[in-house]
Every structure is written in structure tokens, then in C-alpha cells.
């Protein structure tokens, strides 16, 4: 696996470590990150590079591996797809919008992460709805980045 152009596997937009320091209105925390491809991550973890790895998962619950060949995104996420929902066109991006949202009601890699694309992600001890921000992966290459803005809850 690669850890994409920086070699960092994770970092904030614009080079910077990731900061998950911002509140978002309705209690939770929120901050952006450039997921490279091939990586694992926790997405309730608080620490800058939010427990990254390429290995077996231990407290990761949120893994990217890029495109296939056709275009759709290789996504992993703990307890899919019972901890998954795609929140619907308009629905707020809020923890009530999310906790209302029926579970097990899409794959959000269907169609491909674009920008845009809103799911709320359920692994146990924390919520979380996680936006695409940007995807450079391209259908069959490696070294792209997903970058997402994560609100998360606990």
C-alpha cells in the first residue's frame, strides 16, 4: 500500500497536521483529513494523525484503498452495513439527522466518493458524518487522496 505523494498517509488540506479541534454548532467536534490512500484510521480519535495505519486494525474503523479499475472506491468501515447510513439530499448535517437516518440503507462508495457525498458512520462509542471534500484517486491508479470533513460526537 502507499501512503500517497507526502508519504504521511494523513494530513490536514493544505499540508498542515490534522486539527480535531473545531466544534461543530451541535456538540460535536469537527475537522478535516486527507486520507492517502491504502491507510486506516480511527475517526473518534483525537490525535493528529487519528491512530493511521496500513496493518490489522486495532482501534481503526474507517479504511480507503482507492479506485478499481471501473471507478468505485474501496471503502471499509467497522460493522458496515449495519453502522452505515447515506443521509438523504437536503437532510441536515446535524447528530439528529444522522441518529434519524434509516441504518443499512446504501453503500456510500456506490456511484464513487465524490465530492459532496454525506454518510453517517455508527462503529460504537461515538458517532460520526463524514463529507467528501475531494477525491484524487483515479479509476485503476494509486496515490490518490480522500479528503473528508468529520463531525464526530460521543
Not at 461543530?24 to 480511527?42: F, K, M, Q, S, V
Not at 473518534?44 to 471507478?71: C, I, L, M, V, Y
Not at 471499509?76 to 434509516?102: E, M
Request: proline letters at 6%; hydrophobic letters at 30%; glycine letters at 18%.
Amino acid at each position: 500500500m502507499t501512503g500517497g505523494t507526502t508519504g504521511t498517509g494523513g494530513q490536514a488540506a493544505g499540508g498542515l497536521p490534522p486539527s480535531p479541534t473545531a466544534t461543530a454548532a451541535d456538540g460535536g467536534y469537527r475537522y478535516t483529513y486527507a486520507l492517502a490512500e491504502g491507510y486506516a484510521i480511527n475517526l473518534g480519535a483525537h490525535d493528529p494523525d487519528h491512530q493511521r495505519t496500513t496493518g490489522e486494525w486495532t482501534t481503526q474503523n474507517f479504511a480507503w484503498s482507492g479506485k478499481d479499475a471501473n471507478g468505485e472506491d474501496y471503502l471499509g468501515i467497522k460493522g458496515f452495513p449495519d453502522s452505515v447510513t447515506l443521509l438523504a439530499p437536503g437532510a441536515d448535517s446535524s447528530h439528529q439527522a444522522c441518529r434519524n437516518s434509516p441504518r443499512a440503507n446504501g453503500d456510500p462508495s456506490a456511484g464513487g466518493l465524490g465530492a459532496g457525498k454525506r454518510f453517517c458512520v455508527f462503529p460504537g462509542g461515538f458517532d460520526a458524518l463524514v463529507t467528501v471534500v475531494s477525491n484524487t484517486a483515479t479509476p485503476g491508479g494509486s496515490g490518490g487522496v480522500l479528503t473528508l470533513d468529520v463531525v464526530v460526537w460521543e
